[in-house]
């Protein structure tokens, strides 16, 4: 079975500038998850999705970030403009279930985010 | 503030030594509970999953978690550690509640010295 996967691996741009990390969940998995990982922290959610409604988006900075999944498959993360606390690795994960019944979740290997 | 708390940032230890890792969570209902394990330059992965029954969960790789529910606390335990277990340990959990948000404590560094 095809994990999660996530592009780019890995990403440098200066602050004020944009960028975009784009998700791919395991097939068939409802539920699709944008975390960020700051070093020496734990994953914090961003924002979750229930196919291809918004679940949580209560930590998102929605002031730069914005996130969507079209057709409740793939998912884009986007930081516009970036700042420097916004370096960091960027997990998409995904989850057969949701709610009572999520489970594990199932994670990709992450976009680490350097803003200068 | 609703938390997870793992109490060592860093562990060393040497090979076959015993380990044991921290974790509380500050939500008061019934919750999920969740060891995943990030090896170096890989994905995070699941370890071991408390969802109901014995308190005592084994997982992956001679791992096992206790889940003491008076305590708010599952801790995680191997009784032999080798070098391969050199990675960075999280505790998560998943409250029954409007959101069932899985959150995560801030992680347990382990490194295993040959």
């Known amino acids: 079975e095809a994990g999660v996967a996530q592009s780019p691996r890995y990403k440098i741009i200066e602050k004020r500038q944009s960028v975009a990390f784009w998700c791919n969940p395991i097939?068939?998995?409802?539920?699709l998850y944008w975390y960020q990982q700051i070093l020496g922290q734990g994953p914090k959610l961003l924002i979750q999705?229930?196919?291809?409604?918004?679940?949580?988006d209560s930590q998102l900075p929605k002031d730069r970030f914005s996130a969507e999944r079209l057709k409740g498959v793939d998912s884009t993360l986007k930081i516009q403009p970036a700042k420097l606390e916004d370096s960091a690795v960027y997990l998409c994960?995904?989850?057969?279930?949701?709610?009572?019944?999520?489970?594990?979740?199932?994670f990709g290997e992450g976009s680490r985010l350097t803003v200068l | 503030a609703q938390s997870v708390s793992q109490h060592n940032h860093h562990v060393i230890l040497s090979e076959a030594a015993s380990l044991e890792l921290g974790c509380n969570y500050s939500?008061?209902?019934?919750?999920?509970l969740f060891w995943y394990v990030q090896y170096p330059g890989q994905h995070l992965q699941l370890l071991l999953k408390?969802?109901?029954?014995?308190?005592l969960v084994k997982g992956i790789k001679g791992f096992e978690a206790e889940f003491i529910k008076s305590k708010f606390s599952f801790n995680l335990r191997k009784p032999s550690v080798q070098w391969s277990d050199t990675a960075e340990y999280f505790c998560?959990?998943?409250?029954?509640?409007?959101?069932?948000?899985?959150?995560f404590g801030a992680g347990t560094t382990v490194t295993v010295r040959a």
């Open positions: 999705f229930q196919n291809n409604g918004v679940v949580d």
């Open positions: 998560a959990v998943i409250p029954f509640s409007n959101d069932y948000k899985l959150s």
């Open positions: 097939s068939g998995h409802a539920t």
């Open positions: 939500y008061g209902g019934t919750v999920n």
């Open positions: 408390y969802f109901s029954g014995d308190p």
């Open positions: 994960a995904s989850s057969l279930g949701t709610g009572i019944n999520t489970g594990e979740l199932f």
